[in-house]
């Protein structure tokens, strides 16, 4: 795997290495020994699975907040998604910065998404299914959002928004005391 530090302090965009041949192709999308290179210590004791049926559909921006604070590592297997983390870390120097990178079945790269960020996603094809490793289980209570359209971050999404949850659409804006987050 080749991993590719973001400018965002501790994300990395990864691409596996496929074996090729005449069968198709044999890629390792995890090793423990490659990740304790990036600083990875910690065990993923949740995997989710999420299809999504119309291009434009937006999911987060998500996070967790501390004590059920997790990284992720997010991988499309199906279509295509246009992938955005955003720092929210109070005291890093990347605070309410942004990075993205487009996720597809076929260019197979994935997004290592340390503790500390929000993680939200538009489609690009129709049926995409994307796979998420987490380092913490889901904890309704610690459940938190910033609108997927919020003008201090100001994102490019790609396409017009097709779907949006109800609870994604509730999620406020942010402000400049950055209010109802927990600092991490």
């Given amino acids: ?29 995890f090793c423990r020994r490659e990740f304790a290179a990036i600083g990875h ?12 049926r119309k291009p434009g559909t937006v999911r987060g921006l998500h996070y967790q907040n501390p004590p059920h604070a997790e990284i992720k590592l997010i991988r499309c297997v199906r ?13 890093s120097r ?3 910065q942004y990075t993205s990178v487009e996720l597809t079945e ?26 998420y490793h987490h380092t913490a289980y889901y904890a309704p209570g610690s459940e938190g959002g910033i609108r997927y359209d919020d003008p201090l971050l100001g994102i490019p999404w790609p396409l ?13 804006h942010l402000d400049s005391g950055f209010s109802g987050v927990r600092a991490f």
Avoid: C, W
Wanted: proline share 6%; hydrophobic share 40%; no cysteine.
């Fill in 160 to 172: 017009p928004v097709a779907e949006l949850s109800e609870k994604d659409q509730g999620y406020p």
């Fill in 1 to 29: 795997m080749i991993f590719h530090a973001t400018n965002l302090e501790g994300a990395f965009v990864i691409e596996p290495e496929p074996s090729r041949d005449r069968r198709g192709l044999f890629a390792r999308t």
């Fill in 106 to 131: 076929r260019n197979m790269k994935m997004i290592y998404v340390p503790e500390g960020f929000a993680h939200g996603f538009q489609t690009l094809a129709p049926a995409t299914e994307l796979i």
């Fill in 94 to 96: 990347t605070f309410l």
């Fill in 41 to 52: 210590d910690k065990e993923f004791v949740q995997f989710n699975h999420s299809l999504n």
């Fill in 79 to 91: 279509g295509a998604v246009f992938d955005v983390i955003v720092d929210i870390r109070r005291d």
